[in-house]
């Protein structure tokens, strides 16, 4: 795309304690209004959270808002978007040299998202052995659809869909739409998903019986309902299995998508070839007082484990590590990020020797060859 893509990483519960293995990757798509700074699933949803104790990268590409997650054929807005191309074929070897994944994938989106996943999914063949929409428009040419995402598009960023597939009777439209790639989807574990459009329990009700405050949210969802049928409808006539939830209430909106997210992840792990839940493990030694007073360490993800000239065991919110010199201290949020991308206990800066500690504009935790401050929303790294 000529620009610099950002992508966040959720990583594995084991990538630390395995450091030789391969982890397979979910891919989880953001929705129309994506916005550049963060993906929707850990902004507007609890993904963080929810897939620390699973044993999968889950990738979370940053931006494009209207994009549908497509190469368009020219310019708009100041962007020219190739997101097929990006996610199918340039990053995906990155992931591979770079942070241990394979060819075991899954995707996974919410509306826009959704829609992106069957597509992708269609066209490329091979690419992933699960997809999920949720609330996804899963036909793009039927009655009104094009001229529906027309202008959802415009609303979402003022983006023109000529500049996507050209006019609503390009046979590009054709190509990307999800119900006519239904037969390439033979083989692929499937997951269709979505609400009513009536009022339910995330929504404010309005004065109009079964209608929320939000009347676009109502009338998308009721879109993604109709165009959610239909799809499944094809796949029925094909004979390829699908798991499908319509729900009696809901709108378009992204507590409804979390719990979806939650909803599918047995499937999506049965097909990735990896645990839904997380092993038993516990905490003891010199680690255990530690796991015991820190609270937002929360519970515990692997066993204890050696690292070179100490020990470390993962939590859902950091990490412990002991060494002989430094005693046991836990390392999280920025601070612990900066310490992973610094190598951690085996780079520069060594086992931590302090917890954090307040400092005049921010706080900051120390280690044997240096320490690590973190104020104005950024960690920096000084090491002796």
């Not at 304690?17 to 891919?27: C, E, H, Q």
């Not at 085996?346 to 060859?369: C, K, M, W, Y």
Request: proline share 6%; glycine share 12%.
């Amino acid at each position: 795309m000529g620009t610099r893509i950002q992508v966040q990483l959720l990583l594995p519960r084991e990538w630390n304690i395995k450091p030789d293995s391969r982890f397979p990757a979910l891919f989880l798509l953001d929705g129309l209004r994506a916005a550049d700074d963060e993906n929707g699933w850990t902004k507007d949803a609890g993904a963080q959270a929810f897939y620390a104790d699973k044993n999968v990268t889950v990738v979370l590409p940053v931006g494009g808002q209207s994009s549908f997650y497509t190469d368009w054929r020219k310019p708009d807005n100041g962007k020219f978007y190739r997101w097929e191309t990006f996610l199918t074929k340039e990053l995906p070897p990155l992931l591979d040299r770079e942070w241990r994944t394979g060819n075991v994938r899954a995707i996974a989106g919410l509306s826009m998202g959704g829609t992106a996943a069957m597509t992708l999914v269609g066209r490329n063949p091979g690419f992933a052995r699960f997809a999920a929409s949720y609330s996804g428009l899963l036909t793009t040419t039927t009655l009104g659809m094009p001229q529906a995402i027309r202008y959802s598009m415009h609303d979402s960023g003022g983006y023109d869909s000529d500049a996507m597939w050209g006019s609503i009777n390009d046979a590009e439209w054709g190509t990307h739409d999800p119900y006519a790639l239904a037969e390439h989807l033979k083989g692929v574990s499937l997951y269709v998903s979505s609400g009513s459009g009536l009022v339910g329990v995330y929504d404010i009700p309005s004065g109009i019986p079964g209608v929320s405050t939000s009347f676009t949210a109502t009338a998308l969802e009721m879109l993604a309902r109709v165009s959610s049928l239909q799809f499944v409808a094809k796949l029925n006539k094909l004979s390829i299995p699908v798991q499908v939830n319509y729900r009696p209430s809901g709108t378009h909106s992204w507590p409804y998508w979390d719990f979806e997210m939650r909803q599918s992840w047995p499937q999506a792990a049965a097909a990735l070839g990896v645990e839904a839940a997380k092993p038993g493990c516990a905490s003891a030694g010199a680690i255990l007082p530690v796991a015991l007073a820190k609270s937002w360490l929360g519970e515990c993800l692997t066993p204890e484990f050696a690292v070179a000239g100490g020990a470390a065991q993962d939590f859902k919110g950091g990490r412990v590590f002991w060494s002989q010199a430094g005693g046991a201290h836990p390392v999280g949020g920025m601070i612990g990020g900066a310490y992973e991308g610094a190598a951690g206990p085996t780079g520069a800066l060594g086992f931590p020797i302090s917890d954090e500690s307040p400092i005049s504009n921010g706080v900051r935790q120390n280690f044997q060859h240096g320490f690590i401050d973190f104020h104005d929303g950024k960690a920096e790294i000084h090491a002796s």
